[in-house]
């Protein structure tokens, strides 16, 4: 019998996975030990970094899991490759909406309470029950019924999707940070030395105490200004998106041209999408303070931005790779950052909003604040709208596809 050649797409997945769990684990250990320091020295803010360590942790769990089925196909094992269907159906709505529901009031009531050793012990998990019912939830919809290909294959998907895409993202989005910021600086420093040497005055500020009243006295004109506004927003909107719906589905243009169908794409494009919103919303979820209820329940939500986008995305990336439909990739991608972009300019015009009146601007809050909220919301629905009708029309693409390959001669 012929042995099995070495599959190095799955080895050299196993791989970044396994570097992956050990650096989740040693984060989740080191914050863990920072937390119980800061619980028993009640200094810092242990509740938030046991939150952060319980994250990294599941993480690792759930990259253990990718682990195993990734190792089956380096192994050989026939089992690898076995179709695999995400299993959603439509009992688990209210199942997982009455999860969101039930923590979000337990972990409010116990955010409001601020007994910190209660926070310490319940917080990560009535975190994890928060923000995971929702995607699951988002995904299932859009993936319902719809052969995602190799099980093997899919988690590697989640896995990269969860690690090495979010790598590579947070390092591009640093770099135009950073030029933005030297050629702001550059600006100032050539055509506004008056601002330059106001702001020298910050490192004072900050070295005396950090008086806030001083603090954002100073800053107070500049966070109003529209210039900053739009510099600011601008780099949310635009360049944020523009990144993200690009490394997003990294591993969907890594696998494209072994994903058989469009639909496929679909569906692992948003994995893609599921896995990023996963690792981002835990992440910025560690927060013990007694608005532990909002933020979670506003990350919970952004899910199905990630989610959405990036199965347009991957729908593209595949019709690209397999049927030579360059122009459905571009117009995918445009729509997808287009998408993102309007969403990301709302919700960083409701926290500013929000900061109006600490900035002079108390008006902020009442005129614009509610329009973007609303707006949101709208957004929102018309995604998940777009999520059952694509996997509709994707399943009936299917069964034509299906019935013309039986029907066409061998």
């Known amino acids: 019998m012929q042995a099995n050649k070495t599959h190095w797409a799955s080895m050299l997945t196993l791989v970044v996975i396994g570097l992956s769990i050990l650096f989740f684990i040693l984060v989740s250990l080191v914050t863990f030990i920072g937390s119980l320091i800061g619980l028993f020295n009640g200094e810092g803010n242990p509740v938030s970094e046991m939150i952060a360590a319980f994250a990294f942790g599941f993480n690792a769990l759930l990259l ?57 012990f319940t917080l990560p998990l009535l975190t994890v029950i928060v923000i995971v019912p929702p995607i699951w939830l988002f995904f299932g919809l859009g993936s319902r019924g719809l052969e995602a290909g190799p099980r093997w294959r899919f988690f590697s998907v989640f896995a990269l999707s969860m690690t090495l895409a979010p790598m590579l993202m947070i390092l591009f989005e640093m770099i135009a940070l950073f030029v933005g910021i030297v050629g702001a600086a550059v600006y100032i420093a050539v055509f506004q030395p008056g601002i330059l040497r106001e702001l020298s005055e910050l490192p004072f500020i900050l070295e005396a105490g950090g008086n806030e009243e001083a603090l954002l006295a100073l800053l107070a004109p500049y966070i109003a200004n529209p210039y900053v506004i739009a510099a600011a927003i601008g780099y949310i909107a635009v360049f944020v998106p523009l990144i993200e719906e690009l490394l ?12 058989e ?51 347009l995305v991957g729908w593209g990336i595949v019709s690209a790779f397999r049927e030579k439909r360059y122009g459905r990739l571009i117009a995918a991608y445009f729509a997808a950052v287009l998408v993102h972009g309007v969403w990301n300019a709302a919700a960083a015009g409701t926290g500013i909003a929000a900061i109006g009146e600490s900035v002079g601007k108390p008006e902020w809050l009442y005129a614009y604040a509610p329009a973007l909220v609303c707006g949101l919301l709208v957004m929102g629905i018309g995604m998940i709208s777009v999520l059952i009708a694509s996997n509709r029309k994707l399943k009936q693409a299917v069964i034509i596809t299906n019935e013309e390959q039986v029907q066409s001669p061998s």
């Not at 529901?101 to 409001?112: N, P, R």
């Not at 997003?248 to 994903?259: D, E, M, N, S, Y």
Request: aromatic share 16%; glycine share 12%; hydrophobic share 60%.
């Open 64 to 120: 253990g899991v990718c682990a195993w089925f990734v190792f089956q196909k380096v192994m050989g094992r026939e089992t690898a490759d076995l179709p695999f269907t995400f299993p959603f159906a439509w009992w688990q709505v209210f199942a997982l909406a009455g999860m969101v529901f039930f923590g979000t009031f337990l972990g409010g009531l116990i955010a409001l309470s601020e007994t910190v050793w209660l926070g310490w």
């Open 248 to 259: 997003k589905p990294l591993a969907v243009w890594l696998f494209a041209r072994q994903i």
């Open 261 to 311: 169908t469009p639909a496929q794409g679909f569906v692992l494009g948003m994995l893609s999408g599921a896995a990023f919103a996963l690792f981002e919303s835990l992440n910025a979820s560690a927060n013990g303070s007694t608005g532990w209820a909002v933020i979670v329940g506003a990350r919970a939500g952004t899910s199905i931005l990630h989610i959405a986008a990036s199965g």
